[in-house]
């Protein structure tokens, strides 16, 4: 699951006649078991599109999610955050008070 933090978009201010250009997202990938949960954070970088572009108050969360799935491996994300997680709930070491 995608967190998106409130200002979490790097903009240009204009680039060419396009305004208010999203040339960064910062977020957050996201696992829980309901109970637990652990986070990756995530930098995506964004080339300035050539057609295409999209109002910044037009950017729903849908196509923000679409942008950080093309830009990140989602599945090796996945895949240690799940290690995270088990390491969380079943931990391989634990720190015990002393015996005296």
Same mark, same amino acid.
């Given at each position: 699951?995608?967190?998106?933090? !409130?200002?979490?978009? %790097? @903009? *240009?201010? !204009?680039?060419?006649?396009?305004?208010?250009?999203?040339? &960064?997202?910062?977020?957050?990938?996201?696992? @829980?078991?309901?109970? =637990?949960? @652990?986070?990756?954070? %995530?930098?995506?970088?964004?080339? $300035? $599109? @050539?057609?295409?572009?999209?109002?910044? /108050?037009? #950017?729903? &969360?849908?196509?923000?999610?679409g942008w #950080?799935? /093309?830009? =990140?491996?989602? *599945?090796?994300?996945? *895949?240690?955050? /799940?290690? &995270?997680?088990?390491?969380?709930?079943?931990?391989?070491?634990?720190? #015990? $008070?002393? $015996?005296?």
């Amino acid at each position: 699951m995608w967190v998106i933090p !409130q200002d979490s978009m %790097v @903009t *240009a201010k !204009q680039i060419g006649s396009d305004i208010d250009v999203v040339i &960064q997202v910062n977020a957050f990938r996201m696992i @829980t078991d309901g109970t =637990t949960s @652990t986070q990756i954070p %995530v930098c995506v970088g964004l080339t $300035p $599109p @050539t057609e295409g572009f999209i109002p910044y /108050a037009n #950017l729903t &969360q849908d196509i923000v999610e679409g942008w #950080l799935n /093309a830009g =990140t491996d989602v *599945a090796a994300l996945d *895949a240690e955050l /799940a290690v &995270q997680l088990d390491n969380i709930i079943n931990p391989k070491t634990v720190v #015990l $008070p002393n $015996p005296f």
